[in-house]
């Protein structure tokens, strides 16, 4: 059975301390009311991840991610964090191919192919975004802009490594707009990325893999988006950055 994830994505939010503030509020709601039937994940900025992995431990339903990685294992970049460095503060996921950094840094599917693979070499499991803008998605684009984000961001990998990966929908026109997608636009582009996974690594390795949907996902659409067959849960921005939103979207899977 695959695994049901509620991430947050902080995004360039917060400084340190009003981050492990509402990391602490959160883990104590997390155990005072969650079943623990779903991982919560929270994406930090760089500078929190050390503080919020030592808190997070001893709660095997929680963890902590990065919202970005380097391709190079090491060298001289200037300002940037690679996988190795994410992975020795106790992450244990990053984000990779969010739209915000297609759009605003350049990211094309193949540098986004190498970020996956030294993630995974270094142990670190991807949350890797996929999605249109409205401008693709007017054009009927959609379908066709999924899939090649599909093939030449991951689809070389190999079944043990694909495996590893977490897949979130996130069509652009919905994030951080309060349009969020009907659960039926959702279900759609859902069940086409598990069939695209099925035609490459089978149908055993597509059950499994867990896909999240993104874009002003709330408490309150969050119980219908995450009823349909094959949405895992949510990778969820500015809900996520208050507790009690994100915890009643955690509480969908209790
Ligand atoms: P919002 O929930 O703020 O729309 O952001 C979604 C998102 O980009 C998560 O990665």
């Known amino acids: 059975m695959r695994k049901k994830i509620v991430a947050g994505n902080w995004k360039m939010n917060l400084d ?3 981050g492990l503030g509402l990391f602490s509020e959160i883990i104590n709601m997390f155990k005072d009311e969650a079943t623990g039937k779903q991982q919560a994940v929270i994406c930090s900025p760089f500078i929190q991840l050390h503080s919020l992995a030592q808190l997070a431990k001893g709660y095997t339903n929680v963890a902590v991610g990065a919202q970005n990685a380097h391709q190079a294992e090491s060298g001289a970049y200037t300002g940037e964090i690679s996988a190795k460095m994410i992975k020795s503060v106790g ?3 990053v984000i990779l191919g969010h739209s915000e950094r297609r759009q605003y840094f350049g990211e094309s599917n193949e540098l986004l192919a190498a970020k996956t ?3 995974l070499k270094n142990d670190l499991k991807p949350i890797f975004c996929i999605g249109e803008t409205l401008q693709e998605r007017e054009a009927e684009e959609h379908f066709n802009i999924i899939k090649s984000q599909l093939v030449e961001g991951v689809f070389h990998l190999d079944e043990t490594d694909f495996a590893k990966l977490v897949i979130a ?3 652009v026109w919905a994030i951080g707009t309060g349009v969020t997608a009907s659960s039926d636009q959702a279900q759609e582009i859902h069940a086409f990325i598990r069939i695209e996974i099925a035609a490459k690594y089978g149908q055993e390795i597509a059950a499994n893999t867990t896909i999240l949907y993104g874009g002003s996902c709330n408490p309150k659409n969050a119980p219908e988006l995450f009823a349909q067959p094959d949405i895992d849960g949510g990778l969820i921005g500015g809900a996520s950055l208050k507790s009690r939103d994100f915890i009643d979207i955690v509480k969908v899977f209790n």
Request: proline share 8%.
């Open 117 to 119: 693979d030294t993630a």
């Open 91 to 93: 992450a244990e996921y």
């Open 169 to 171: 929908y996130e069509p």
């Open 16 to 18: 340190y301390n009003e």
